[in-house]
């Protein structure tokens, strides 16, 4: 069974947004059939065969989630946090605020599920999802490139 050094090593490797298939994928490779993470802590619970479990220590101060659920205010920090507008602990809060208590990672079916304290369904993703999130900081980050090789450019050419 999985461990969580292998979970940790895992997450420092491909934790991010833009390799989120590649990390589920790779939980899923060492086991893990499925993951909820708490925004109130941050803690996280993994799930294995045969009821086998690996809770992950809190890795931020407690958060208060909204008593009732706002979606339109859920999608609009989700949305910041996949354009690289926010941070973890900013999208954190904000998702906090708007009523999410959790988030749910299907690691053999490979869909990541948002849910409120009342336990609702607030929104379903896929990996296709995922995949356009990837591409999307790819674009931003081939941005950035050209950008540079621009501000490059225009400082040798203003030395001639």
């Known amino acids: 069974m999985f461990t969580l050094q292998q979970i940790d090593n895992l997450h420092a490797r491909l934790g991010k947004a833009k390799t989120l298939a590649q990390y589920v994928r790779a939980l899923h490779a060492i086991g893990v059939e499925h993951y909820d993470s708490y925004l109130t802590d941050g803690h996280s619970e993994y799930f294995g065969k045969d009821g086998y479990k690996i809770v992950c220590p809190p890795v931020h101060d407690l958060l208060v989630i909204a008593e009732v659920s706002q979606r339109d205010s859920f999608l609009r920090h989700l949305r910041r946090h996949e354009l690289g507008e926010t941070g973890y602990m900013d999208m954190s809060r ?67």
């Open 94 to 160: 904000g998702l906090a605020e708007s009523g999410i208590e959790k988030w749910s990672v299907d690691a053999v079916g490979m869909t990541m599920t948002f849910y409120d304290r009342a336990g609702n369904a607030m929104l379903v993703t896929g990996s296709s999802d995922w995949v356009r999130y990837r591409n999307l900081f790819l674009r931003e980050a081939q941005a950035m490139a050209l950008l540079l090789v621009l501000h490059v450019w225009e400082k040798t050419c203003s030395r001639v």
